[in-house]
């Protein structure tokens, strides 16, 4: 399962989409920086994240949302280069991914456990396993022949000459040297910690797997050998989709195992140099503690969620009080102040009416509001009814006092 989830389908999903969506959408403005920043920062982070981990399907995981990162970017480029790059790339990751978690799983089941530390030795007790799973980390770390270096050279030629993007392009090629020099890293860490070591400690001792249990893994591994070598038949199927993007800046490049002395092999090589450095310190320092950790949003995230959940609750426990009354009073108030307040805002300016239109308003308006007043402190029903009235009775006479039949407002419409 996971190698089909990680490897195959189901989290490339997204880069497919931008694949589908770079030939439309290169040219415009803000795609190419987007892409290539969280791209380039998923890569780099994700592979400095798998150095820190000690579970042995961890650094893999971790590798895979690196290399999505790194297909994010060099298939939202565009162009012919960068898509045959990131056709190379995709193809590749499918098979050495697939046959690692094949690996790392195979491992738990012959060993019990999947903890590195607890690991040690088994390429002496499994030689057909790592053997197997040696080939694929070699062509996930992006060593000739296998099909991990073409990939790995197409996009560096993609992003050292192959984009639009003018004084960007050599930042970004650095920022992808970092990346591949952290794949290295966390590859060599994987083959190391599931295979490497001294005869040591196991919660179980290993068993030799049977053939078939270990023929998938070979198979895929050899896929990437056998990728590599045939360059030209890998060629063709990646041209079918390259095919459709604009040639780019340095024009049509050719996958090839050997291209001659050029600044690409440069940073290849370069890239291969300081990922086993990394890998050497990271042994010396020996706790995968010791490797420092990088801020993420994963804290954020959780306090956020946190907080709406204390929200959430403050917010239903002064609105849920189990009260009929308060119910209705709050959909009543809803169904009138919302309509109201919009009648409000829209209705049409009264211009300025007269306060009164005869002297005798004032004194009757005293009359009408003591009355009002009364009618609310009167204790006897009788009373009310005649205060009532008389509120009534000093309403009509305002209404007679010498006031004419119709007001005209500017907007002609105030009525009396």
Not at 46 to 75: F, I, M
Not at 247 to 259: E, T, V
Not at 361 to 387: D, K, S, W
């Amino acid at each position: 399962m996971s190698a089909y989830l990680h490897a195959a389908a189901m989290v490339k999903a997204g880069v497919y989409l931008v694949a589908r969506l770079a030939p439309a959408l290169a040219e415009v403005g803000p795609w190419r920086p987007m892409v290539l920043g969280v791209g380039l920062a998923t890569m780099v982070l994700a592979a400095w994240r798998a150095l820190r981990v000690t579970d042995l399907k961890l650094p893999l995981a971790y590798g895979t949302v690196s290399e999505l990162g790194l297909l994010t970017a060099v298939l939202g480029i565009g162009t012919r280069t960068a898509a045959l790059a990131g056709a190379v790339m995709l193809l590749a990751h499918a098979a050495f991914k697939a046959a690692l978690f094949l690996s790392a799983g195979i491992v738990e089941h012959q060993t019990g456990t999947r903890d590195i530390q607890r690991l040690s030795g088994l390429g002496r007790r499994l030689p057909v396993l790592f053997g197997a799973a040696a080939l694929a980390t070699a062509s996930m770390a992006g060593l000739p022949p296998l099909l991990g270096y073409l990939g790995k050279e197409a996009v560096l030629e993609a992003f050292l000459h192959g984009t639009v993007l003018g004084d960007v392009n050599h930042p970004a090629a650095a920022v992808l040297v970092l990346g591949f020099a952290l794949t290295v890293a966390y590859a060599a860490r994987f083959l190391h910690g599931a295979f490497g070591g001294p005869p040591g400690r196991v919660a179980d001792p290993p068993r030799r797997p049977e053939p078939g249990f270990v023929a998938p893994v070979a198979v895929l591994a050899g896929a990437g050998l056998v990728l590599g070598v045939g360059y030209a038949g890998t060629a063709a199927v990646a041209n079918a989709y390259a095919e459709r993007c604009p040639a780019g800046p340095s024009g049509p490049y050719a996958l090839s195992l050997w291209h001659g002395f050029t600044p690409v092999l440069g940073l290849s090589a370069l890239s291969l140099l300081l990922g086993g450095l990394c890998h050497a310190i990271r042994r010396r320092i020996g706790t995968a503690a010791a490797v420092p950790r990088l801020p993420d949003v994963q804290g954020g995230y959780d306090r956020a969620v946190a907080g709406l959940d204390r929200l959430a609750v403050a917010v239903t426990r002064r609105t849920q009080v189990g009260s009929l009354p308060v119910y209705l009073t709050v959909v009543l108030a809803t169904v009138v102040l919302v309509p109201g307040a919009a009648l409000a805002v829209a209705a049409p300016s009264l211009g300025s009416p007269p306060l009164w239109w005869s002297p005798a308003e004032p004194l009757l308006a005293v009359a009408v509001v003591t009355a009002a007043g009364a009618v609310v402190v009167a204790r006897h029903r009788l009373t009310g009814m005649l205060l009532a009235g008389a509120v009534g009775y000093g309403v009509r006479a305002c209404s007679s006092c010498g006031a004419p039949r119709i007001w005209r407002s500017p907007s002609s419409w105030w009525r009396r």
